[in-house]
């Protein structure tokens, strides 16, 4: 199911990534004022509890309490010595919240090539008739309405590259605007050229604040909107639009990071980063062969 050339490829990665926090963390750490510090380290080290987390997203099994006794415990004895019980784990994965955070942001995320594709997509935690009977996202998560209609849970807005690469992310509550994230700068500092968008980011305020930064919104105008000349390119990149549909797609349904199991808001967020991780290493993504001739522009999909 899951071949051990990537478990050592994933765990190498991590682990020298791991190394390298917690020497800059033990060396710029603030001293206790308390004389007895516990020094005591678990069975599982942390690129450990990463890496059987982000292997869950590649292993095809929907829940991972089930993929942990199942598979973990009985087929990866070898490579995981010291595993601990279910209940232990659950407990341990929240100490890798920060290092699992920068591991993404460090190395997982792709680098903006001047064209760029975005769009949020719904995280649901529950069916929204439920949210009142919801306890575990009380006060954190919305009810928003989304183009499948109303929902009860988080945002996910992502950019990614014509390569299929997430090159940014943000998450906010389902009741947000599609076009607020856009109006903080650390969302899109690292983004440059042109981004292509539905017509939910339509906006003049936005176009000409993202426009003074060095970005040019596209979108398609709405229908009762005038007409506006557009470039030719422009117009054949908004109709491949369709590529981060596929991402959105792979995220939930391959990578798993909606569903409705959640016991605490710390496994939701371990969740959804781990699946990002896990993306960012498919080795085939949906993607857009860009090939200039004579200054003319031919785009398709490539897989």
């Given amino acids: 199911m899951i ?15 791991c190394t390298e926090i917690n020497q ?15 020094r005591r380290k678990p ?16 292993s095809g099994f929907r829940c991972f309490k089930h993929f942990y006794i199942e598979y973990v415990s009985k087929h990866l004895s070898k490579e995981f010595p010291d595993l601990v019980s279910y209940n232990r784990f659950v407990e341990l994965k929240k100490r890798c919240s920060v290092p699992m955070i ?3 942001q460090m190395h997982c995320l792709g680098q903006c ?22 306890k575990v996202f009380k006060n954190t998560a919305k009810k928003g309405k989304g183009t499948m209609g109303w929902f009860f849970g ?8 014509e390569k299929g690469d997430i090159v940014d992310f943000l998450i906010t509550q389902g009741n947000i605007d599609d076009r607020q994230p ?49 470039h030719i390119y422009d117009k054949i990149m908004l109709r491949k639009r369709a590529v981060i549909e596929s991402v959105n797609d792979i995220l939930k349904n391959v990578c798993q990071i909606e569903h409705t199991r959640h016991r605490s808001f710390d496994n939701f967020i ?29 785009v398709g999909y490539r897989y």
Avoid: W
């Fill in 43 to 58: 069975k599982l080290t942390q690129s450990e509890i990463i890496t059987i987390m982000v292997l869950f997203h590649f």
């Fill in 102 to 104: 920068l591991f993404l």
């Fill in 154 to 161: 988080f945002k996910l807005h992502i950019i990614i590259n």
């Fill in 182 to 230: 856009l109006k903080d700068k650390a969302f899109h500092n690292r983004v440059f050229g042109k981004i292509f968008a539905d017509r939910g980011y339509v906006g003049k305020e936005l176009f000409e604040q993202l426009f003074v930064d060095g970005i040019h919104l596209v979108t398609k105008i709405r229908k009762n909107m005038k007409n506006t000349l557009m």
């Fill in 270 to 298: 371990l969740n959804l980063v781990a699946g990002l991780i896990a993306y960012s290493f498919y080795p085939t993504k949906p993607n857009i062969t860009l090939v200039r001739d004579s200054f003319i522009f031919f």
């Fill in 113 to 134: 090539t001047g064209i760029s594709f975005l769009d949020s997509t719904t995280i649901k935690v529950c069916h929204y008739k439920r949210e009142k009977q919801n």
């Fill in 3 to 17: 071949s051990d050339f990537k478990i050592t490829e994933f765990f190498c990665l991590i682990d020298d990534f």
């Fill in 24 to 38: 800059v963390i033990d060396k710029n750490a603030l001293e206790t004022c308390s004389k007895i510090v516990r």
